[in-house]
C-alpha cells in the first residue's frame, strides 16, 4: 500500500523556487515526526529536514535558511518550500517518517537545478 506520495519536483534554474508536498495517511501523521530526504547520483541518502509531532524543524546546514518544512495535520500533508536553489540541491527527494521506516519509502520526486 502507498502511503507516502511526493509531488511538486521538476527543473528550475538556480536562484529559483520550489515546494514540494507529500500526502500522508493519517495514522503515520499521529505517530511520526516527518522528514523530507534526498538522494544525488552517487551520493548517500540524507535527511535535509525534519518536523516533530509538536513542530519543532530541524535542518541539514546545507539547506537551512533557504528551506522550510512544514506540515498541514488537518490534510495529512507535508510540505518542503525551497528557495534560492543551487544546482547542488539537485537529487531526489522523499518523504518519510524521522527516523525513516523503510517500508514507507516512495519513488520519490525528482528536483533539478540546472540553467
Known amino acids: 500500500q502507498v502511503q507516502l506520495v511526493e509531488s511538486g519536483g521538476g527543473m528550475v534554474r538556480p536562484g529559483g523556487s520550489l515546494r514540494l508536498s507529500c500526502a500522508a495517511s493519517g495514522a503515520i501523521f499521529s505517530i511520526y515526526g516527518m522528514g523530507w530526504h534526498r538522494q544525488a547520483p552517487g551520493q548517500p541518502r540524507e535527511l535535509v529536514a525534519a518536523?516533530?509531532?509538536?513542530?519543532?524543524?530541524t535542518y541539514a546546514d546545507s539547506v537551512k535558511g533557504r528551506f522550510t518544512i512544514s506540515r498541514d495535520n488537518g490534510d495529512n500533508t507535508l510540505y518542503l518550500q525551497m528557495n534560492s536553489l543551487k544546482p547542488e540541491d539537485t537529487a531526489v527527494y522523499y518523504c518519510?517518517?524521522?527516523?525513516?521506516?523503510?517500508?514507507?519509502w516512495g519513488q520519490g520526486t525528482q528536483v533539478t537545478v540546472s540553467s
Open positions: 518519510n517518517a524521522d527516523p525513516p521506516l523503510w517500508d514507507l
Open positions: 518536523i516533530t509531532r509538536a513542530g519543532i524543524t
